[in-house]
């Protein structure tokens, strides 16, 4: 008799990080989240599809800007000679740290081996295993526009979303339904425009549902229907909790892998540029544990591989059972079945918590025999169960459960570059083009005001971590949309090649339609 039904929910997003500089700081981030988040998530899935014996299913968003990534032959094309240099430089890790190092240059030949099996194709692996009833496939905000920010402009919003749903349909080959709305984030009647767009269902931070009028009866534990008729479902907090806390969950368990310490720091510079690699940093080669809380960096013991495998087994029973347990007392309150969703950052699974996948696997191994039924979003609806109607609360799953990460004093600048840019956008569709050349420029123009706002760079500019890099991704185009704008406005001339070079690197979104900025007020209701 089955304990109840959890939905785990990944959202898989990167920005665009296509980089003319081979052997960027961008280039390393979606190179590590192939290897250690997207390639081990895609064998997890496969290896459970595979045993009759389970029955996996997952919700999972693909960001648009991540398959761009995906399905980009030019900038794969690096992974394998970027995986062969970590080899390399395996070998020359301190003697303490041999076999943490052995054992993480075998992973590393896996990758190799999966990476070379598929061509570096993964999205026919996603297509396949959607089609083989494992994942519910749901899209995101073109360029994970932080859409209550650009509200101001509803046409902004409108793009982001028509944008994604395209490039989904092109890359996947089937219109997606659900969205993963960026950051969780909504506003008052961003219903009606995820409805326009052909979107039926998403996920909120719990307070987006609790907060809901009237305040749905069963909570979080069942979805909601907005008055546009979208289906909303509530993060459940107990279900997460133990999975993403580094500090209160299993994570930060001592034998589990320390992120924080890499042998990008601890090389000396020399064997790092014999390598090919010029500058000091992160390059995913993690050989030590957490070993505790308190510990230093310098104080990190070495990582056993063994003794991580066998705490996985355990901290999946143990999260297996919770959910059981919560279940068991919902099912006492409740007149109809609960329902426990777990929505995550996918690179939670694999880049920040290194044993991540392997957690998933036996949460899918062990959950048969739990009780513990794995439903997709999409499947949860497919049952035509009545929904209350209630209207979500403005929300976010960022710090505060608002705004603010993405509005203050350190980003809130980005915000009217956007509305002022979004504006002129507005302005310009409506009047028109009046040759093909135009149109194509005004079309790369719409290419650079989605890139300019993706929230990965606002996040950045308030962490505090890589500003710069954040601040002249954000100018860089803003400064090519004006010129675009400049250029179809006044004939102003662009210098030769320029288009071109610029068409190449931000050449994202073929289907890009810059009819989707036209004015609500001109008659468009898409």
Known sequence: MAAGELALVLHAHLPYVRSAEPGSLEEDWYFQALQECYL????????????????????????????????????????????????ELLPQAPADLRG?????????????????????????????????????LITCGATHGYLPLLRHTPEAVRAQLLTAVREHERLLGERPLGIWLPECAYYEQLDQQLIRAGLRYSVLDGHGLLHGLPRPRYGVYAPICSPGGVAFFGRDSTSTLP????????????????FHRDLGWDLPEAE????????????????????????ALDQKLPYDPQAA??????????????????????????????????????????????????????????????????????????????????RPSPSSWGQGGYHDYWLNDSNAWVVIEWQRASAAMVRRVNRGVGSAQQRDLLTQAGRELLLAQSSDWSFILRAGTTTDLAKERIERHLDRFWRLMDAINNNTPLPEGWLEAVQQEDGLFPLLNAADWVSFSAGSSN
């Open 40 to 87: 081990p998530l895609l064998a997890v899935l496969e290896a459970a599809a595979a045993d009759p014996a389970q029955a996996p299913r997952l919700t999972l968003g693909l960001s648009p800007t991540l398959l761009t990534l995906l399905s980009d032959r030019h900038l794969n094309a690096g992974f394998e000679p970027w995986l062969q240099r970590r080899l």
């Open 100 to 136: 943490a190092a052995t054992d993480l240059a075998g992973q590393l030949q896996l990758t190799l081996a999966q990476w070379r099996s598929c061509e570096g194709q993964l999205i026919p692996r996603f297509r396949q295993l959607r089609q083989l009833g494992v994942l519910d």
């Open 243 to 258: 999975v993403w806390s580094a500090r209160d969950g299993y994570p930060g368990h001592g034998c589990y892998r320390e």
């Open 272 to 295: 790092l540029a014999a390598a090919g690699i010029s500058t000091r940093r992160p390059l995913g080669l993690k050989l030590h544990r957490v070993t505790a809380q308190s510990a």
């Open 309 to 390: 495998r066998a705490q996985v087994i355990v901290d999946a029973s143990d999260y297996l059972k919770g959910r059981a347990a919560e279940l068991q007392q919902l099912t006492t309150v409740m007149e109809r079945s609960p329902l426990l969703v777990a929505p995550f950052d996918a690179e939670l699974f694999g880049h920040w918590w290194y044993e991540g996948p392997a957690f998933l696997a036996e949460l899918f191994r062990q959950g048969p025999a739990s009780g513990i039924r794995f439903v997709h979003l999409r499947g949860v609806l497919a049952d035509d169960q009545p929904l209350q109607v209630c």
